[in-house]
């Protein structure tokens, strides 16, 4: 049974700073791409940031949070994880970790996170 159980969500002051984690179950990590998306509140659900599969020796941002965002994995703990600062109220949604395979993708049950005063 494959599981993405994500955590870390939670509220936040302006500026301040949260980590997203991802721990993956059921799946060869290693061998999956790892995307993180967010859904905020009458939105469509966007991506956010994503790292190749292997080493993760590639990554790439949405544009409103690069400079902000850090993705990374531990291919040893089957974790993915979404290191957030200089957080905004445009940040808070529900975000989503992704998993994309050769030939199968699953998501994560989704984490809150909420920016604000």
């Known amino acids: 049974q494959v599981q993405l159980v994500e955590s870390g969500g939670g509220l936040v002051q302006p500026g301040g700073s949260l980590r997203l984690s991802c721990a993956a179950s059921?799946?060869?990590?290693?061998?999956?791409?790892m995307r993180w998306y967010r859904q905020a509140a009458e939105k469509e659900r966007e991506l956010v940031a994503g790292?190749?599969?292997?080493?993760?020796?590639?990554?790439n941002y949405a544009d409103s949070v690069k400079g902000r965002f850090t993705i990374s994995r531990d291919n040893a703990k089957n974790t993915v994880y979404l290191q957030m600062n200089s957080l905004n109220p445009e940040d808070t949604a529900v975000y989503y970790c992704?998993?994309?395979?050769?030939?199968?993708?699953?998501w994560g049950q989704g984490t809150q996170v909420t920016v604000s005063s």
């Open positions: 059921g799946i060869t990590f290693f061998t999956y791409a």
């Open positions: 992704y998993a994309d395979g050769l030939r199968k993708n699953y």
């Open positions: 790292i190749t599969r292997g080493d993760g020796s590639s990554t």
